[in-house]
């Protein structure tokens, strides 16, 4: 198993929301926490239909990023809709 399956599996069975929070604690930078939320609020945010350009100036971000994202977004396999679908449904 090669690290980045092994952190994954790691990952899977942390289970508890406390134990997962400390873990990402022990495990990222501040940098990195702030670039993976920021990561995924963009990614919330295209698939609500906001805009790329309001995105990029609400969030500073470069349209690079963003459009990465939308390409994600438009793939038919993304995994990403499906767990935004779900997570809409479950915060409505």
């Known amino acids: 198993m090669d690290d980045l399956e092994e952190i994954i599996d790691v990952f899977v069975h942390t289970t508890h929301p406390a134990e997962m929070k400390k873990l990402f604690e022990e495990l990222f930078t501040v ?3 702030y670039d993976l939320a920021l ?3 963009l990614m919330k945010e295209l698939y609500n239909g906001k805009s790329q350009r309001e995105i990029a100036h609400d969030l500073g971000i ?4 963003i459009t990465r994202g939308s390409k994600i ?3 038919n ?3 990403m809709n499906h767990i935004l679908k779900e ?4 915060n409505t």
């Open 77 to 79: 396999d993304s995994q």
């Open 62 to 65: 470069s349209l690079c990023k």
């Open 31 to 33: 940098k990195e926490k």
């Open 73 to 75: 977004l438009k793939q």
């Open 39 to 41: 990561r995924w609020r």
């Open 87 to 90: 997570y809409n449904h479950d």
